[in-house]
């Protein structure tokens, strides 16, 4: 089945992108590091006890715990990078850098909310065209280590972000100094992350058991500039996206498409039955080929869409209110 056409956007797509995101708190990342390194060493003591120790004490503080981060689930990512091939880690990482700008079109007075915006998007019969805005390309940091390096060192980097100082020596985890504590922002409340520290990025693992190599894919965030009291991004370019009517401006997705069109979304659609995909493809004006071209910028459009609900949470989502083509504004939602 899964080798039939379109078998990855009809079959696995629905199956696995919902849920593909999800948010954590960060103390729960790091117990679970722990655990997968407890696993890894086996019967290697003293070190798992140590671990162990290090661990009970993240699942008994509460100190940190509301601290929230996102996650990928590992084993969706697998089975979706195998399908997808080269454009699925570029497609996640456009995803989770905040590369991915919704185009409302509306030139009413009221300004959209969150409600309207996501009804627009997860229902595109009941609105006027949506498109998305992809920025080009995302920046991929790729970087090989060994497997083996010293636990204790990575995990006193992890907890450092929670304010936190793994104690080498004893292995209790001690309060940062005042020096290194998170400073208050303007409303007079903790930062959520000490500034000196960093933000904890989305990292993807990819993992090889048989030279004991993993690679680290990690998106990083565009850096915003403001030109006239608009945002501005330095990209090299950058493509619209409409997935009512799967297609993306960039060469790849076209170069792909001249071939003939005479499929409708229902006779795609078959005997799919997710909600998502039916309303996209009967929501089209237009004729389909019957083996869908993709790239990295539809399928990234596709993942967020599917993970609608938790982007927007995360402040994945960007927003831009273009009321005609002199005037757009940037959503602060």
């Known amino acids: 089945m899964l080798h039939e056409q379109n078998a990855p956007i009809f079959s696995l797509l629905p199956s696995l992108a919902p849920g593909l995101i999800f948010q954590t708190t960060y103390s729960n990342v790091i117990v679970k590091f722990i655990r997968d390194e407890m696993a890894r060493l086996g019967q290697s003591q003293p070190t798992v006890d140590r671990l162990e120790h ?11 715990s509301g601290e929230y981060t996102l996650e990928v689930d590992e084993q969706k990512s697998l089975i979706l990078a195998y399908a997808f091939g080269e454009i699925y880690t570029p497609a996640l990482a456009l995803v989770t850098g905040k590369h991915i700008t919704v185009q409302f079109w509306g030139a009413g007075e009221e300004q959209p909310g969150q409600p309207m915006i996501r009804n627009c998007v997860l229902n595109p019969e009941s609105c006027d065209p949506i498109f998305f805005e992809v920025l080009d390309d995302p920046q991929i940091d790729k970087r090989r ?6 636990p204790f060192l990575q995990v006193r980097g992890m907890v450092s972000k929670l304010g936190l100082l793994l104690n080498l020596s004893t292995f209790d985890l001690e309060e940062l100094s005042d020096l290194m504590a998170a400073p208050e922002n303007s ?5 959520l992350f000490p500034a000196n520290l960093g933000v904890p990025t989305l990292e993807t693992l990819y ?6 190599l993993k690679y680290l894919v990690r998106a990083k965030e565009p850096e915003e500039t ?6 501005n991004f330095s990209y090299s370019s950058k493509s619209i996206v409409d997935p009512n009517n799967w297609f993306c401006s960039c060469s790849d997705f076209t170069s792909a498409s001249f071939v003939i069109h005479d499929a409708s979304g229902s006779d795609l659609l078959g005997d799919t039955g997710h909600e998502l995909l039916s309303r996209l493809f009967r929501a089209a004006v237009c004729k389909f080929p019957k083996s869908l071209p993709i790239c990295r910028h539809l399928l990234a459009v596709l993942l967020m869409l599917f993970n609608w609900d938790t982007a927007w949470n995360a402040g994945l989502v960007r927003v831009c209110w273009i009321r005609s083509e002199t005037e757009q504004t940037e959503l602060r939602l």
Request: no cysteine; glycine share 14%; net charge positive.
């Open 145 to 150: 280590g060994v497997l083996d390096v010293n």
């Open 187 to 191: 409303g007079g409340q903790k930062a």
């Open 54 to 64: 290090v661990k009970d004490q993240l699942l008994k503080s509460t100190l940190h």
């Open 207 to 212: 993992e090889r058991s048989d030279n004991g």
């Open 226 to 231: 403001k030109t006239n009291g608009r945002p």
